[in-house]
Structures are given as structure tokens and as C-alpha cells.
């Protein structure tokens, strides 16, 4: 009798899943199937902007994803469809990361075959990297569905940084990266050194620049008063050198004597060395890693600091590409000091400072400025207003849809 009563929730359990699996095959296909493997749904803002976006514009969007620790499998986010699926981490090594991507292409896979097997009709929509998915859209294309890849990062330049040195997989990448493109009938970038990497192979490319939302501007910093805060927005990476944020403050504490810490909102391989350095510089009282936040945090966040910074090294993979963080610390109106990046320059346009010298002292000096004069912190900030009220969203939501392939 105990036994019977054991099973019969079991049972109950195991019912419900199969009545959830039917339930999933007889649901309609969106119009709108994304691809994202490189991030968890909603965190991706720029996957975020499009699917709403599109989905406003009177489309119905599906965005299968990775899932997270504590995420629902299947969820219905501001009218977005999210099926998150239980894909491997690499956590950035290559042999581990080599393993995530034939993870990502099984299992995403058997999810788009699932959904062109049932629909004659649709949009299929990837999101690199990786750039392993153009089997897919080639099928999706076959299928009668129209194609889109939305090339975020240049795969060929991100394992050159993270070798150190040209190797032969470039080859192998770069011929995924065009073939992906060829098979598109849309490639969407973030930035003009990608639409020109990537014209050569695209059908049409256009660009879809990583804007934030309108109401980030909601949230204004103010001047530092006694306590000053700096602050570090995206992924802890190789890539992005967090470790130097680290040496800045300790230069502003130690040798100028400002009373400040330091905020970094994100996560990464790389937070235990951000963490380490803290230790090791006698500042982890000052250091603060929140890991990812919901995105409607992120401007609150932001607006409580007066310094934005981005400390990413002078690579080739940097140069190209378009910093979400410059762009979202712009639009709360927070000054900032970065890297002297190419696309950063762009799209600081002149209301971002600079930084040509590799080195903690040269970030520093500007920072101080900021943090003890008055002045300087009230002007730049309004230099930073000022350029992120043009960079909005809506208008790369206009770009976006009249780009976007027809109803098919």
C-alpha cells in the first residue's frame, strides 16, 4: 500500500510531462524561430530588443535558448515564446567549447528540424556566435522559410585573441562564417567593420546597431559627493581584462586618496581573477561583482555610479566590435573612460574619453578629473546625454523591420 502511494505522484509526474511534450507538438510554429546558443534568454539585450521588436510589429517570435540553474523550460516572456534547452557550458575553453557547439547542434538542431517538419512557412533567425548553424538555415531554406543571421561577434578575431596567434582553424571559421551568410537571405550587423567583413558573402547585409532601449534615459547619475564609485557593465573575460579596473582603483585609493570602490556588473571565466586581484591589492571592500542582473537593473545600477569604464585590450576582435556597454552607459549619461577602440570611438563620438596608453595610470588620470572636478564631471556628462539621445533603439527597430524578410 506505501509502495502505491510512493508511485502514484511519479506516475502523476510522468503524465503530466507526456500531456506537456503533446501539448508542445501541437502548438502553432511562430512566424519567428531565433537561434541564440551564446547567452540565456532574456540577458542578451540585443536578441532581447529584436524579439520584441519584431513581436510589436505583429509577428509571433520563438527564441530557443540555453537554460540556466532555476529557469523555466518553456516560458512566455512580454508575448515572446522561450524554450530554453539544457545545452553544455564550455566555459571558454576550446576543447570545451568545441564540445558546447556539437551539444548546441544536436540539440537545437532536433528543436528546428521539430518545428520545419510542422510549417511550410516561417522565419528561421540565428544568432552567432557560433557559426555552425548554416546546415539549418540551408534546410530552413529548402523548407520555404525565409533566413536570417545576425552576426554578433567575429569568431575568426575571438579565437585569435584567445590563442595568442593565427592558427589554421581560422580557415575553417571564417569559411562557416561566409557559408552562413550565403545561405542567408538577411545577414544583420552590429557595426561597419562587420558589414564589410561580411558583404562579400551576404545576400544583403545591413546594420542593426546594439542601441539600449528608451527607458534607460529614465536613470541619471549624479556627481560624486565624498564617495566616488566606478563601473564595469558586460562579461568577465580574457577579452575584456577586468583585472586592469581593478589596478585603476587602486591607483585613485592608494596614490590620490579618493574614497572609492568599484562595481561590476556581469560574470565570467574571469571573475575569480577580478576577485583574486582585489584580494591581492588589499580592495576587496571596494570590489563589488554582482554577477548578471535582470536587464531592468542595469540603467538603476549604472545611475548609481560616476565613472563608466571599459578596459577591453587594443585587439583586432575589439577594434571591430560594437561595445553594448559604451553605448549603455552613454544613454543613462554616465561619464566614461575606455579603450581607444575603433567602433568605441564611433560610437562615443567624441562624448566618450579615450585611452591610446595601455596602462592602469593612463585610465587613472582622466578618472581623478572626473571624480574631483565638478566641472569636468557636469560636462562630460552632458556630453554623454547628448550623444546617447541619438543612439536609440527605435531607430535600429526601424532599420530592423524594413530589412526584415516578408511573411511568407
Keep these: 500500500m506505501r509502495a502505491r502511494a510512493l508511485r502514484a505522484p511519479a506516475d502523476g509526474l510522468a503524465a503530466r510531462a507526456r500531456r506537456a511534450r503533446r501539448s508542445e507538438r501541437r502548438a502553432p ?33 520563438e527564441v530557443l535558448a540555453p537554460r540556466a540553474a532555476g529557469e523555466a523550460r518553456r516560458e512566455l516572456i512580454d508575448g515572446i515564446r522561450v524554450t530554453r534547452l539544457p545545452l553544455l557550458d564550455g566555459r571558454g575553453a576550446l576543447l570545451g ?32 556566435p557560433p557559426d555552425v548553424f548554416f546546415p539549418l538555415l540551408l534546410l530552413a531554406r529548402l523548407r520555404g522559410w525565409s533566413t536570417v543571421f545576425d552576426h554578433h561577434d567575429d569568431a575568426v578575431g575571438m579565437l585569435r585573441d584567445k590563442l595568442g596567434r593565427r592558427s589554421r582553424m581560422e580557415v575553417i571559421l571564417a569559411w562557416m562564417r561566409n557559408l552562413t551568410a550565403r545561405v542567408s ?25 546594439n542601441d539600449p532601449p528608451a527607458w534607460f534615459r529614465d536613470h541619471r547619475p549624479s556627481p560624486p559627493n565624498g564617495h566616488a564609485r566606478l563601473v564595469f557593465l558586460g ?20 596614490q590620490h586618496g579618493l574614497d572609492a570602490d568599484l562595481l561590476v556588473i556581469g560574470d565570467g571565466p574571469e571573475r575569480p581573477a577580478v576577485e583574486q586581484r582585489a584580494q591581492a591589492l588589499g580592495l576587496s571592500s571596494r570590489v563589488e561583482v554582482t554577477g548578471w542582473v535582470p536587464y531592468e537593473q542595469v540603467p538603476v545600477l549604472l545611475a548609481s555610479a560616476h565613472v563608466g569604464l571599459d578596459t577591453a585590450p587594443l585587439t583586432d576582435v575589439n577594434h571591430g ?21 575603433r567602433e568605441t570611438k ?29 566641472e569636468c564631471w557636469q560636462r562630460r556628462a552632458a556630453e554623454a546625454r547628448a550623444r546617447g539621445l541619438e543612439n536609440q533603439w527605435s531607430k535600429q527597430a526601424a532599420t530592423l523591420l524594413a530589412a526584415y524578410p516578408a511573411r511568407r
Aim: hydrophobic share 50%.
Design 185 to 209: 537571405d538577411l545577414t544583420i550587423t552590429t557595426n561597419d567593420t562587420q558589414r564589410e567583413l561580411l558583404r562579400p558573402a551576404a545576400r544583403q547585409v545591413v546594420i542593426v546597431r
Design 321 to 341: 566590435s560594437t561595445m553594448v556597454k559604451i553605448l549603455e552607459y552613454l544613454a543613462v549619461g554616465l561619464p566614461t573612460v575606455a579603450s581607444a577602440l
Design 97 to 128: 567549447t568545441a564540445i558546447e557547439y556539437l551539444s548546441a547542434c544536436c540539440m537545437m538542431g532536433a528543436a528546428v528540424l521539430l518545428r520545419l517538419a510542422r510549417s511550410r512557412r516561417g522565419t528561421l533567425h540565428v544568432h552567432n
Design 29 to 61: 510554429v511562430a512566424e519567428i524561430v531565433m537561434l541564440l546558443e551564446n547567452s540565456t534568454y532574456p540577458l542578451d539585450a540585443r536578441v532581447r530588443n529584436e524579439a520584441l521588436s519584431l513581436t510589436a510589429s505583429g509577428r509571433t517570435v
Design 346 to 374: 564611433i560610437s562615443g563620438a567624441g562624448a566618450v574619453t579615450t585611452i591610446e596608453d595601455d596602462s592602469a595610470a593612463a585610465f587613472a588620470a582622466p578618472a581623478l578629473e572626473l571624480l574631483t572636478s565638478a
Design 235 to 254: 562579461e568577465i573575460g580574457k577579452q575584456d581584462r577586468v583585472v586592469l579596473a581593478v589596478d585603476i582603483l587602486a591607483l585613485l585609493v592608494e
